[in-house]
C-alpha cells in the first residue's frame, strides 16, 4: 500500500502487521487441533464436546464480526484492532487456566474476538486500493499469515507430546502479543470516512443485502472455505480413530493443506488483477471440487493409506487460497464506502456457514465409518460454490449488457 513507513503509527498499515494480525485469528483457529484428543482426557469430557473448541470458536467469530466490521466503520481501523487482540490475549490466558471444559469453552468463545485482524485487515486494504489490487493485496496477506497455521499444528501436535496441551496455548499467547505491539506501534488508521454513529451501518444492512452480488460473493465464501472447515471438524477424529496417527503426525499431515493454501494465495497475488476476480473464484472452486472427487475415487478404489485422504485435501488448500481472496475482495468493493459493514457481514455468513458444517462433519463420522461422509459433506460444498460464482458472473453480464445498452454511445 502506498504511503506506508514501518512502525511508524501515522501512516497505513505494513503488510508485515496486517499478516500478524490475520495470522492470529487463523492460528487460535488449529494451532491445538492434534491436541484435542489430549483435552478431552484432561477435562474428561467426550471427543465430541471437546470439539466444539473449533465450532464454538467459529460461531463465535461469525456473530462478532457482524459488530466488528461496523464498530471499524464508525470508530476507525485501529482502535477496534488493537481493542480485539487485547480482549483474546485475557480470553487465551483463561483458557490455559481453564479448570472444566465448560469454562474452557467459554474462554474460546471470548477469543473469538482475535477474528478482528482478519476482518478489519481486509476492510483496511480496501480503504487504499481498489477491488483488483485488494484482491492481490489480500492475496499476498493470507499468503504470509497461512505460514503460521501451516506450522501451528505441527508444532502444537510436538508441544502437546512433550509439555501437554496447555503450551500450545502459550505459544498462542506469545504470538497474539506480537501481533498487538505491531498494531499498536505501525498501524495508521486508514478509514479516512468515519461513519456518523454506529446504528446508521446496520442501517446499511439492508443495502448490502439486496446486492445480488454480495450474496453471491458471501455464499461463494462460505461455501469454499466450508469444505476446509468440515475438514477442521472432522480431521483430528479421523486421523485418530481410523488412521491412528500421533499428534505430531497428524500436525505433518495437516501441513499438505497449509501448503496448498500458501500455494493458492500466491497465485491469486500474482494472477488475480489481470484476470479479475470473478475467474479466479471460479478456477479456486474447481479446483477444490475435483480434489474431493480424486479423494472419493481413491477411497472406492480401496486405498487406505493417510496419504490418500491427506494428499488430495492439498487441493481444498489450493482453491480456498485461489477463491477466498477474491470472493473476499468482491464482498468488500460491492459497496466500497461500507467496506468495514460489508466485510464483517460477509464474514459473519462465511464462518457460520463453516461452524454449521464443522459441527456436521462431527456428526456424519463414526468409528469405522471411514472418510467417505465427510469427503461428501466436502465436495457438496465445493459444488455449491461453483454454482454461486457462476451466478455472480452471470449478474456482472447482465449488469454490464444494461450500461451498454444505457450508455449515450447507444
Known amino acids: 500500500m502506498s504511503h506506508q513507513r514501518f512502525l511508524d503509527r501515522n501512516t497505513h498499515p505494513h503488510i508485515i502487521t496486517l499478516v500478524m494480525a490475520t495470522a492470529f485469528g487463523a492460528l487460535a483457529m488449529n494451532l491445538f487441533l492434534p491436541a484435542l484428543p489430549s483435552m478431552a482426557r484432561y477435562f474428561n469430557a467426550p471427543y465430541s464436546t471437546a470439539q466444539y473448541a473449533v465450532s464454538l470458536y467459529l460461531a463465535a467469530t461469525a456473530v462478532m464480526q457482524l459488530g466488528i466490521g461496523p464498530l471499524s466503520d464508525r470508530f476507525g481501523r485501529r482502535p477496534l484492532m488493537a481493542a480485539c487482540l487485547a480482549i483474546s490475549l485475557l480470553a487465551t490466558l483463561a483458557g490455559i487456566y481453564a479448570t472444566t471444559i465448560e469454562l474452557f469453552l467459554a474462554a474460546r468463545v471470548i477469543q473469538g474476538t482475535a477474528i478482528a485482524g482478519m476482518v478489519i485487515g481486509r476492510a483496511a486494504i480496501r480503504d487504499v486500493v481498489d477491488t483488483d489490487q485488494a484482491a492481490s493485496k489480500i492475496g499476498y496477506v493470507t499468503m504470509g499469515m497461512s505460514l503460521a497455521p501451516m506450522v501451528g499444528p505441527v508444532i502444537g501436535g510436538l508441544l502437546d507430546e512433550q509439555f501437554g496441551w ?14 498487538f505491539l505491531l498494531v499498536w506501534f505501525d498501524m495508521g488508521e486508514t478509514n479516512s470516512n468515519l461513519s456518523s454513529s454506529f446504528t446508521q451501518q446496520f442501517r446499511s444492512w439492508p443495502d448490502l443485502l439486496r446486492s445480488r452480488r454480495f450474496w453471491g460473493y458471501s455464499l461463494t465464501s462460505a461455501f469454499g472455505s466450508g469444505t476446509f472447515y468440515a475438514f477442521l471438524g472432522g480431521g483430528p477424529f479421523l486421523a485418530t480413530d481410523f488412521y491412528e496417527l500421533t499428534p505430531s503426525q497428524y500436525g505433518l499431515h495437516f501441513a499438505f493443506v497449509s501448503l496448498g493454501y500458501i500455494t493458492g494465495n500466491f497465485i491469486s497475488g500474482r494472477f488475480s488483477a489481470r484476470t479479475g476476480i470473478n475467474r479466479m473464484a471460479l478456477t479456486g472452486g ?12 481413491l477411497q472406492h478404489a480401496g486405498f487406505s493409506h493417510p496419504l490418500a485422504f491427506f494428499m488430495p485435501i492439498t487441493m481444498v488448500g489450493l482453491g480456498n487460497g485461489i477463491t477466498l481472496p477474491n470472493a473476499n475482495a468482491g464482498i468488500v468493493s460491492v459497496r466500497p ?9 460477509g464474514g459473519f455468513l462465511q464462518v457460520s456457514g463453516g461452524a ?36 455472480v458472473i452471470q449478474v456482472a453480464r447482465s449488469e454490464a449488457a444494461k450500461q451498454a445498452g444505457n450508455s449515450p454511445a447507444q
Open 286 to 297: 474447481i479446483v477444490i471440487a475435483l480434489g474431493m472427487a480424486l479423494a472419493i475415487s
Open 337 to 345: 464506502h461500507l467496506a468495514g459493514a460489508a466485510s464483517g457481514l
Open 166 to 179: 496447555q503450551s500450545t496455548f502459550w505459544l498462542l499467547f506469545g504470538f497474539g502479543l506480537v501481533a
Open 356 to 391: 454449521i458444517l464443522a459441527v456436521l462433519a462431527g456428526k456424519v463420522l463414526s468409528h469405522g465409518s471411514g472418510p467417505l461422509p465427510l469427503l461428501y459433506v466436502m465436495i457438496t460444498s465445493a459444488v455449491l460454490s461453483i454454482v454461486t460464482i457462476t451466478f
